[in-house]
């Protein structure tokens, strides 16, 4: 990752913010620990918040570690990847937040603003995170330095396809891929039934075909398999472009801005 693509994904994301901040909004329905930080006076309030963010970055520096070498150290125990347990499962522990705030906006007939939750912390993984694991490693050089990934020699013809990719690459790939076809499913504003199943069809076979036939398309037999992940990245942006083929109005209207096409009703 190039330093001016760290800098492409950091401006993205404050275009983000400046672009949410311009929107519409509406007072929020506070409860608890939220409602009564509100009901300081400004001063007090943002005190408050900054204290909350420095306890908050101070107790991730502290259990971070720990927290990694234990998981290492269970995959080892018990004959599972680290890899896969990293990749997979220690993102399940570092989003439970959102996951819990969204499930809580769900059971209180709220679900825009869960889905918003989600979407904000995706965003933020995609564009802010990537680029500053770029910042502090050029930082801790002391100097501009590009964050060379890992790279893939291709062993047979079907290989070719993750020629130039490793295995940190392919997995960039595959969860751009994702979130591609997420984004493209939750376009309508209205999340159907179908939708969510799609979408945990989607992991769930990512998951299955991990575990069970990483050899699929060629490359080692394991869940560290490069090819694998290249070939699911084609078949889930494949599903993501059969998405925009199909509502293409529908793209154009929320990604550009343009006005609604006639006929065009809000979750269509």
């Given at each position: 990752?190039?330093?001016?693509l760290?800098?492409?994904?950091?401006?993205?994301?404050?275009?983000y913010l400046?672009?949410?901040?311009?929107?519409?909004?509406?007072?929020?329905?506070?409860?608890?620990?939220?409602?009564?930080?509100?009901?300081?006076?400004?001063?007090?309030?943002?005190?408050?918040?900054?204290?909350?963010?420095?306890?908050?970055?101070?107790?991730?520096?502290?259990?971070?570690?720990?927290?990694?070498?234990?998981?290492?150290?269970?995959?080892?125990?018990?004959?599972?990847?680290?890899?896969?347990?990293?990749?997979?499962?220690?993102?399940?522990?570092?989003?439970?937040?959102?996951?819990?705030?969204?499930?809580?906006?769900?059971?209180?007939?709220?679900?825009?603003?869960?889905?918003?939750?989600?979407?904000?912390?995706?965003?933020?993984?995609?564009?802010?995170?990537?680029?500053?694991?770029?910042?502090?490693?050029?930082?801790?050089?002391?100097?501009?330095?590009s964050?060379?990934?890992?790279?893939?020699?291709?062993?047979?013809?079907?290989?070719?396809?993750?020629?130039?990719?490793?295995?940190?690459?392919?997995?960039?790939?595959?969860?751009?891929?994702?979130?591609?076809?997420?984004?493209?499913l939750?376009?309508?504003?209205?999340?159907?039934?179908?939708?969510?199943?799609?979408?945990?069809?989607?992991?769930?076979?990512l998951?299955?075909?991990?575990?069970?036939?990483?050899?699929?398309?060629?490359?080692?037999?394991?869940?560290?398999?490069?090819?694998?992940?290249?070939?699911?990245?084609?078949?889930?942006?494949?599903?993501?472009?059969?998405?925009?083929?199909?509502?293409?109005?529908?793209?154009?209207?929320?990604?550009?801005?343009?006005?609604?096409?006639?006929?065009?009703?809000?979750?269509?």
């Amino acid at each position: 990752i190039p330093i001016w693509l760290a800098a492409v994904f950091i401006g993205a994301y404050i275009f983000y913010l400046w672009r949410s901040s311009t929107q519409e909004s509406v007072e929020p329905d506070l409860l608890g620990a939220a409602a009564m930080i509100a009901s300081f006076k400004p001063l007090y309030r943002r005190l408050w918040v900054l204290g909350l963010f420095i306890f908050s970055a101070a107790v991730i520096i502290i259990v971070a570690p720990p927290f990694v070498h234990g998981l290492e150290a269970t995959g080892e125990a018990l004959g599972i990847s680290k890899f896969l347990l990293i990749q997979w499962l220690a993102p399940l522990a570092s989003e439970s937040p959102e996951i819990i705030v969204a499930v809580l906006f769900a059971l209180r007939a709220n679900p825009n603003d869960g889905l918003t939750t989600l979407i904000s912390s995706q965003v933020n993984q995609l564009t802010l995170l990537v680029g500053s694991i770029v910042v502090v490693f050029s930082i801790s050089a002391g100097q501009p330095l590009s964050f060379h990934l890992d790279h893939y020699e291709p062993v047979n013809l079907l290989d070719r396809l993750a020629s130039g990719f490793g295995l940190q690459s392919s997995e960039f790939l595959l969860t751009a891929a994702a979130a591609a076809f997420g984004i493209l499913l939750i376009s309508t504003r209205v999340i159907k039934l179908w939708h969510g199943l799609a979408l945990l069809g989607v992991f769930t076979a990512l998951m299955m075909t991990l575990l069970w036939f990483p050899g699929i398309f060629g490359g080692i037999d394991d869940v560290e398999n490069v090819p694998l992940r290249m070939w699911s990245s084609v078949i889930v942006f494949g599903l993501t472009a059969l998405l925009v083929a199909l509502n293409w109005r529908r793209v154009v209207y929320v990604f550009r801005g343009v006005p609604r096409p006639a006929g065009l009703q809000e979750g269509d």
